[in-house]
């Protein structure tokens, strides 16, 4: 059967073959082919890059009337967009690179929002403890720590949350590992809401969670030095230092999560995601890397969510749905797991239909067609179907992981392609088929 | 390299009274087994006789119900995998387990992880010893895959190799381990006679080239006949005959239970 697909697809290959050469188009593709593999893989990168850097620049004068979208995102919906992105790359460690269903990332993100609640902010009223906070008087009472620090340590927290959680469920496999997670993602959200009243204790503050919380800034010595803002919230372009600085973090993560991919470490993570049983016979202890890719995840989870904390001012119990791990999820699926760069992707174009896209468009439609609902609230059909339609149509991601991709252009399957985890279902031998047919083939 | 730890009875490896039951099924019954140093020996025996079954206990993919499991002198019996695999024992599967998307040399080099060191905060930095390591360890998987006697597939999926080239692979992948022993689990299977000759001479080059004992399991006896020093038949999960290859084939117990039978299959 192998056989036969191999063949059909490299008849419809010289087909393309043809077309192609006979368009200037193709020209343009060898010229660019021709280019050293590093350039063809950092110019797009620096591109986008540029445009990312500069958008807060240029954003005010975009269209505010554009067909379908009506506007591009502003400050505090770009800020929000890259803050999930960067969860993404998160849980793309722990889904993509190591194959670990994880169904409560949620968890991640409220443990580090919460961490910079109880850094930053004046919740702890029985203490004062100032520690290179900005913005804020000098006889504010709670805990107050420097956002960048609480950024860390809500990291290292989150990272040793993982750690805890990872080490009782990480024994189990493939469906039971996600159900434990889901626990895990709904227990956080339960606990924050009612651990208002420990034994007489408030470390939560119920459902009204913890607010204000103190926001990134680099304080006046900084600011008297080299000009950098004392604080974020002061500001009058606050949005634009928030947007810049989570660009930064993005990149931060992507880097790491690119250098771990190559290393010794992620060798060892995609392995046990090829094979658990084979890896662990090579050498690879398996709970033990394992729990480090949780911790990995959470690490950049937890700083995300502390982020978001500290730009919303708030942590409360209602930020942390299920229906977050899922979106999360999704996204990783989407941009196709293990490409960071797809995940990058799919998780700007998902976070933007979930903060605005989804109301402009239903918005639009509504004035611009006889149709009349409101897009927004089917959301999550929307993104439901958007899966089915990527699981038929490109079930390796919107863009492949660099090795799943060679399996499309080759087409070639041995004999070992056996599913290890339902989410792998996506490598099934008739899907990849198809997916091969809508792909188009180099050369 | 050759100098290792050796146990009191001087073998790499003592298997004492190793048993597995799975449920009311009895897999492995007390068998004692022992491997010397750069020896090859042979585990033979009809499909189900409990040959895969020990060499899993052997490499700490099964718990032993009972029994005692020294290797080069150290108490293996129930470790975890990496661990039996870090104290020296490499091995491949009856089913070819390699990662199929990964490439080539990357399976290699994932079997030498327990060899490497490279941690978190120096991969992500990218400290000069984490990159020395790293390209040293590429180079030396590369001389591995070409030891196998496989040519320039280092950048191919392992799923896209020949089915031939894939058993290599597994070799390749199982010597990155750097094992003092290298267990086989019928290596052979799914070979053509032509093949199996092929790959049964490249298993002696490699107990010639390399400073390691060789366990070969198979059904098939004929195979194991020129190369190993030392058989061992198993029926049921007993040991019913062990010795060099002529006596093992004169033994009535073992032509009863085992030649018997192929000879009318």
């Known amino acids: 059967m192998a056989g036969r697909g191999q063949r059909s697809r ?98 991640f993100y409220a443990l580090g929002a919460y961490t910079a609640g109880w850094l930053a902010s004046g919740q702890f009223q029985q203490v004062k403890f100032h520690f290179g906070s900005v913005g804020i008087t000098h006889d504010a009472r709670g ?23 990872g080490l009782p469920t990480l024994r189990l496999r493939g469906d039971y590992l996600a159900i434990v997670t889901l626990g895990f993602g709904e227990i956080v959200p339960q606990f924050v809401r009612n651990a208002d009243n420990l034994h007489g204790f408030d470390l939560t503050h119920g459902t009204f969670g913890i607010n204000p919380i ?36 993005l990149l931060v993560t992507i880097f790491c999560c690119i250098r771990l991919r190559d290393s010794r470490l992620g060798r060892a993570w995609i392995a046990i995601r090829e094979d658990e049983t084979a890896a662990g016979a090579m050498g ?41 791990s899922i979106f999360l999820l999704c996204m990783v699926v989407l941009g196709g797991m293990g490409s960071i760069w797809g995940v990058v992707v799919a998780a700007v174009i998902l976070s933007w239909l979930n903060v605005e896209g989804l109301a402009n468009i239903g918005s639009w439609l509504n004035s611009n067609t006889p149709l009349n609902f409101e897009v927004a609230k089917y959301q999550f059909g929307i993104y439901g179907v958007i899966l089915v339609l990527m699981m038929l149509f490109r079930p390796v991601g919107l863009i492949p992981e660099r090795r799943r991709k060679r399996e499309l252009e080759e087409g070639t399957r041995g004999p070992l392609d056996e599913p290890i ?23 | 390299m050759s100098e290792h730890q050796v146990s009191g009875s001087g073998n790499l490896l003592d298997a004492e009274a190793v ?104 991969s992500i930095v990218g ?26 597939v280092d950048d191919e999926l392992a799923e896209s190799l020949a089915y031939g080239d894939q058993r290599r692979l597994e070799v390749a992948r199982a010597l990155a381990t750097e094992p003092k022993l290298l267990l086989l689990d019928e290596p052979t299977a799914g070979m053509n006679p032509q093949e199996t000759v092929t790959f049964m001479e490249f298993v002696s080059t490699l107990r010639e080239q390399r400073p390691l004992a060789i366990l070969l399991i198979e059904h098939d006896m004929k195979v194991v006949m020129g190369i190993s020093e030392r058989v061992t038949v198993l029926d049921y999960g007993e040991k019913i005959a062990e010795g060099t290859p002529q006596e093992v084939q004169k033994d009535e117990r073992v032509i009863e239970a085992y030649l018997g039978r192929a000879a009318t299959a």
């Open chain 1, 10 to 107: 490299a008849s419809l290959r010289g087909y393309r073959g043809q077309v192609a050469s006979s368009t200037g188009l193709h020209r343009v593709g060898a010229a660019w082919n021709q280019l050293p593999e590093r350039t063809r893989s950092l110019i797009p990168f620096f591109a986008l890059l540029t445009i990312a850097v500069t958008y807060p620049l240029y954003v005010d004068s975009l269209p505010t009337n554009v067909p379908v979208i009506l506007t591009f995102p502003d400050m505090h919906s770009a800020v929000t967009i890259l803050v999930f992105t960067m969860m993404a790359v998160g849980l793309n460690v722990v889904v993509g690179y190591c194959g670990l269903l994880d169904l409560g990332y949620v968890a």
């Open chain 1, 214 to 249: 103190d926001s990134p800034g680099f304080g006046n010595r900084l600011h008297n030095a080299v000009g950098l803002p004392v604080s974020y919230q002061q500001e009058f372009d606050a949005d634009r230092l928030f947007f810049w600085t989570v660009l930064a973090l």
């Open chain 1, 284 to 324: 690879i202890p398996l709970m033990r890397t394992k729990t480090w890719a949780y911790a990995i995840g959470a690490f950049f989870g937890g700083a995300a969510g502390a982020y978001i904390a500290s730009f919303n001012s708030v942590a409360n119990p209602s930020q942390f749905n299920f229906n977050i």
């Open chain 2, 19 to 122: 048993r597995k039951e799975f449920g009311g099924l009895l897999a492995v019954n007390d068998l004692d087994f022992t491997i010397p140093e750069r020896a090859i020996v042979s585990l033979i025996g009809p499909n189900g006789a409990g040959k895969t079954t020990f060499f899993n206990t052997l490499t700490g993919l099964y718990k032993t119900t009972s029994g005692r499991i020294l290797f080069a002198g150290e108490d293996v019996t129930d470790k975890p995998p990496h661990a039996i695999v870090k104290a020296g024992v490499g091995r491949t599967f009856q089913n070819i387990r390699l990662f199929p998307q990964m490439t080539a040399l990357e399976n290699v080099l994932v079997g030498m992880h327990s060899r490497l060191k490279g941690g978190i905060l120096g």
């Open chain 2, 127 to 152: 400290t000069p010893r984490v990159r020395r390591e790293e390209r040293e360890a590429r180079e030396k998987a590369r001389e591995l895959i070409r030891f196998a006697g496989l040519g320039s």
């Open chain 1, 421 to 443: 985890y339902e989410m792998r279902g996506a490598d099934e031998p008739g899907a990849g088929e198809r997916g091969a047919g809508g792909n188009i083939p180099r050369g």
């Open chain 1, 143 to 165: 805990i107050h720590i420097s956002i960048w620090l609480v950024l860390l340590s809500a990291a290292i927290v989150t990272a040793l949350g993982g750690i805890f959680i």
